[in-house]
């Protein structure tokens, strides 16, 4: 810390510079501020951290508050794991093309699902007409996923599924497949997304309300701390709150104030932090802003660790770490020009390394324009790799330490997060706020200002509102499902439903019911119906059943 003296005459010397060397030379605008709207001044000197404490404050990685980085060597022991999101068409799709991008050197197991999947419909539901298999995989059943995984090991890989409403049905069908494939459930590593409020406000991918969906998010982490020791039940997902117009701090403050929702209704049954907090994992949306996205991640794991530590008294220190996933905006690509994206997307995988995330996407550069082809899917894992390899900013643990600017900017983002959280929590929580539309209104709004800003090229977005090409573009390689694959699908289901035992299948779904009107974890039963090929659509129905369905409310 400088000394009062210095810091008095850093000021005077501070204000002669602005008064005389600055004023020669006016800025480009008026007003210069972060992606999120937070104003910034010319320069940040040793005033603007007068009241930083290293050791409380920032400590050491590995250590409370680990704003340094969840472990202590971090890239220097184990390079951050190399995920890229995918999901195609039928599960045999999807797993040859799981295959490419693992010899590729993809390093973890990401698996996306289509619509009807994400939102508990089977294919053959007159809904998902027109949506089977189009922006992921099709997953109907545990046939769908033994095609899904077919010579893919369970052990010695990790698996990640993105999928929220339906975790029970989803993630019974992969116990399902390795209950039959003699794999015990312990030695299974992987992550459920399974952050079910912020679909009903932002992804919108929905199926139970609020309070039911949390109570069966409780279920399966109630399940996971007695059966599944190193799988992540939970990652919380600020990604489609920042994706639907959030700024930095309601990415943060919306996805905390969901896990203390879901944390207080854990503890009321009676379930240890120290048994759940070690299995929940953060994803978060990867910005344009450079340094505003590292000032976040060194925030969110300051945050965590007080949530966890302060308001939950937990214990164990794997429970302060907040370990995490990233991945670059896929709503910050543009269709024009959409060669730009890749350097989009390099700017936002150097911000997570920087910024000290465990696991990275890169989003394609033709996600703007459809599924990720082969060769977009190369590029940004080739993207990662030099990243880590070439760059040399996997060298040094959190580079940015002590920058004026940089600690200035997280404090001021965990300020405004810890703000938003509070004004949750006088709210009546994050459950309430999503039935009121209360979160829902205050992306609207902020979704509305980039727009404006956009528009009247306050904000410039390089190919869509300057910079845009004269001459025709021409168009990329685009991968499109084709109607085959939906026809494949329901031809598929059709012969599933005709040769498995419907009779059982019955039973299974009315105990499933029966346990769901008394109130029991609904897992075991979930799991019973998925290993006789129960499809997801049939279990989410005999849960909707007693639990009911989400209805959004006007906010307008």
């Keep these: 810390m400088a000394k009062e003296k210095d810091i008095r005459q850093i000021e005077e010397k501070r204000v002669s510079w602005e008064q005389s060397t600055l004023a020669k030379t006016p800025p480009r605008k008026k007003e210069f501020a972060t992606l999120s709207g937070i104003p910034l001044k010319d320069i940040y000197t040793p005033e603007d951290i007068l009241d930083l404490d290293y050791l409380n404050d920032l400590g050491f990685p590995g250590e409370y508050p680990f704003t340094r980085g969840a472990y202590a060597p971090m890239n220097r022991g184990r390079p951050w794991t190399i995920r890229q999101v995918v999901g195609v068409g039928t599960a045999k799709e999807t797993n040859q093309r799981h295959k490419f991008v693992m010899k590729t050197g993809q390093t973890g197991m990401s698996n996306d699902f289509d619509v009807p999947t994400c939102i508990g419909l089977d294919s053959d539901h007159p809904l998902s007409e027109g949506e089977v298999g189009r922006v992921g995989v099709a997953i109907d059943s545990l046939a769908d996923m033994e095609d899904l995984y077919e010579d893919i090991p369970l052990e010695g890989t990790s698996h990640s599924f993105t999928i929220n409403h339906p975790t029970l049905p989803i993630l019974s069908m992969f116990l399902s497949l390795a209950e039959k494939q003699g794999v015990p459930y312990a030695s299974l590593r992987g992550t459920t997304q399974n952050d079910p409020l912020k679909e009903c406000f932002a992804m919108k991918m929905f199926s139970f309300p609020p309070k039911s969906s949390v109570k069966l998010l409780v279920d399966t982490w109630e399940f996971a701390s007695n059966y599944l020791p190193k799988w992540n039940i939970s990652n919380m997902n600020g990604y489609p709150i920042r994706d639907s117009g959030g700024a930095v701090y309601h990415e943060l403050g919306f996805t905390f104030a969901a896990a203390i929702n879901y944390f207080d209704e854990a503890l009321k049954r009676g379930i240890s932090v120290d048994a759940i907090a070690p299995g929940v994992s953060l994803m978060w949306y990867v910005h344009m802003d450079f340094l505003e996205e590292i000032a976040k991640f060194r925030a969110m794991r300051r945050i965590w660790a007080k949530i966890m530590r302060e308001r939950y008294q937990a214990k164990n220190p794997k429970s ?47 996600e703007a324009l459809s599924i990720p082809s082969e060769n977009a899917h190369r590029l940004s894992i080739r993207t990662q790799q030099i990243l880590c390899h070439e760059s040399g900013i996997a060298n040094v643990v959190d580079p940015f330490a002590g920058s004026y600017f940089m600690e200035w900017l997280t404090n001021e983002i965990e300020q405004r997060t810890w703000e938003v959280i509070q004004d949750i929590e006088d709210r009546g929580g994050m459950a309430k706020c999503v039935e009121t539309g209360y979160a829902d209104k205050i992306l609207t709004q902020e979704a509305y200002k980039y727009t404006k800003a956009v528009e009247s090229k306050d904000r410039i977005v390089v190919g869509v509102n300057e910079f845009v090409s004269e001459e025709a573009e021409e168009d990329p390689e685009i991968f499109r499902v084709s109607d085959e694959t939906e026809r494949t699908q329901l031809a598929n289901l059709r012969e599933l439903k005709k040769t498995r035992n419907n009779r059982e299948v019955e039973k299974r779904l009315n105990d499933l019911r029966r346990a769901a009107e008394r109130n029991d974890n609904v897992m075991p039963f979930c799991i019973e119906a998925a290993k006789i090929y129960a499809t997801e659509g049939e279990i989410m129905q005999a849960l909707r059943d007693i639990y009911g369905e989400f209805k959004p409310p006007s906010i307008l």
């Excluded at 020009?337 to 996407?361: C, H, Y």
């Design 320 to 366: 302060w770490q907040h370990r995490m996933h990233a991945q670059t905006g896929g709503g910050a690509y543009t269709y024009q020009q959409p060669e730009n994206n890749i350097v989009r997307g390099t700017i936002g995988g150097m911000a997570a390394a920087l910024g000290g995330v465990q696991s990275m996407a890169i989003a394609c550069f033709d």
